[in-house]
C-alpha cells in the first residue's frame, strides 16, 4: 500500500472515449469504455471512464470543488484492494474518473459468472451439493476479505468511503477492489435532491437519513453489511421494498433477512455491521481480520 500526494494526471488527451457506447450507469454517473493510448510512465490499455450525468448543467462552482477534491483523495491512497485512479478526463471542462477497465465487471456480475462455472476460481458450476456450497462460501470470504481490508486502509486514513455497494466494487483477475468514492454522496448534498438518490438509500444506515447527515465510517460499515447479503443472495438491501418506502424500512427493519444458505460466520459479521447504535457496531480492521 502507499500514500502518494500526487494530483491525477489530466488524460485527456491520451484517452479515446466512445460517448455512444454507455457501458453501466449509476444514480448520478454513466461509465464508458475507453483506450488509453499512453501516459507518462507508458501504461496503456482499456480503461473506464465514469462521466457525472450532472454534465450538461450549470455544475456550480462548490460541487466542480468537491469532485476535485474527492479525486485527489482518491489519487493519493493506494492499495491492492482499492481500484486505482489512472487519471482524469476533462468533459465539457468536468474532471471524470479514468480507472482501470476490469473485464469481470462488478462483484455481482462475478458471482454470477462463477456460479455458473465461467470464472477460474468455481469451476465446473457450482451445484447444491455441499462441496459446491463449501467452494462458493471460500470464494465469497474471499473477496469479502478483500474489500473489508480496503475499506479498513481508508478508516485508517481517517476517511468514509460513502457509497459503499456491491455495485461500486469491482473484480479484475480475481481480486475484488474498491471503487468510486461516494461522488453521488457529493452531488446530492451540494443539490438538494433526494429522489434520484434513493436508489443509494437502499444501503443507508438509519442515522444517514437524518437532515444534514455526513459520510461516516459507521455508516460504512452498516453499507458492508448489506453488500455481504448482496454477494450472497444477489438482491439488493430492502429488495421488496419499492424506493420510496426505503427510509421507513431502514428505520423499522434490517436490510436482509437470514437466507437460508448463508455461512453462520458471514451473517454474524453481517449483523454485526447492522446495530442500531453506530457505536455499536464492529469496526473496519475487526472486519478485515
Avoid at 465539457?92 to 477497465?101: E, L, T
Avoid at 458450476?125 to 467452494?135: G, H, I
Wanted: proline share 7%.
Amino acid at each position: 500500500m502507499s500514500h502518494s500526494l500526487a494530483t491525477p494526471q489530466d488524460l485527456t488527451a491520451t484517452v479515446v472515449v466512445d460517448f455512444d457506447r454507455k457501458v453501466a450507469s449509476g444514480g448520478y454517473g454513466d461509465v464508458y469504455k475507453g483506450r488509453l493510448i499512453r501516459d507518462v510512465d507508458g501504461h496503456s490499455g482499456e480503461v473506464a471512464v465514469k462521466v457525472t450525468r450532472f454534465i450538461f448543467a450549470n455544475i456550480p462552482e462548490k460541487v466542480m470543488k468537491a469532485i476535485k477534491r474527492e479525486l485527489d483523495i482518491w489519487q493519493q491512497h493506494r492499495h491492492p484492494y482499492i481500484l486505482p485512479l489512472i487519471g482524469v478526463y476533462l468533459h465539457q471542462n468536468v474532471p471524470c474518473a479514468i480507472s482501470p477497465w476490469c473485464d469481470s465487471g462488478t462483484i455481482i456480475q462475478y458471482m454470477k459468472s462463477a456460479r455458473g462455472g465461467h470464472e477460474p476460481e468455481l469451476q465446473p458450476p457450482v451445484t447444491n451439493c455441499e462441496f459446491d456450497l463449501l467452494r462458493l462460501h471460500c470464494l465469497e470470504f474471499k473477496l469479502l476479505s478483500e474489500v473489508a481490508a480496503g475499506l479498513a486502509y481508508l478508516h485508517a486514513y481517517n476517511l468514509a468511503h460513502g457509497d459503499i455497494k456491491a455495485s461500486n466494487i469491482l473484480v479484475k483477475g480475481g481480486v475484488a477492489q474498491l471503487g468510486d468514492f461516494g461522488f453521488s454522496v457529493i452531488l446530492s448534498e451540494h443539490t438538494g435532491s433526494t429522489s434520484s438518490h434513493l436508489g443509494t438509500a437502499r444501503w443507508f444506515a438509519p442515522e444517514s437519513l437524518q437532515e444534514h447527515a455526513h459520510r461516516t465510517q459507521e455508516a460504512d460499515v452498516w453499507a458492508f453489511g448489506c453488500a455481504i447479503l448482496e454477494v450472497r443472495t444477489l438482491l439488493v438491501p430492502y429488495h421488496r421494498v419499492p424506493d420510496a418506502a426505503v427510509p421507513l424500512a431502514i428505520r423499522k427493519n434490517p436490510p436482509y433477512e437470514r437466507p437460508k444458505d448463508i455461512h453462520p460466520s458471514l451473517w454474524s459479521m453481517a449483523e454485526a455491521c447492522w446495530s442500531r447504535s453506530p457505536k455499536a457496531r464492529i469496526v473496519s480492521p475487526t472486519l478485515a481480520s
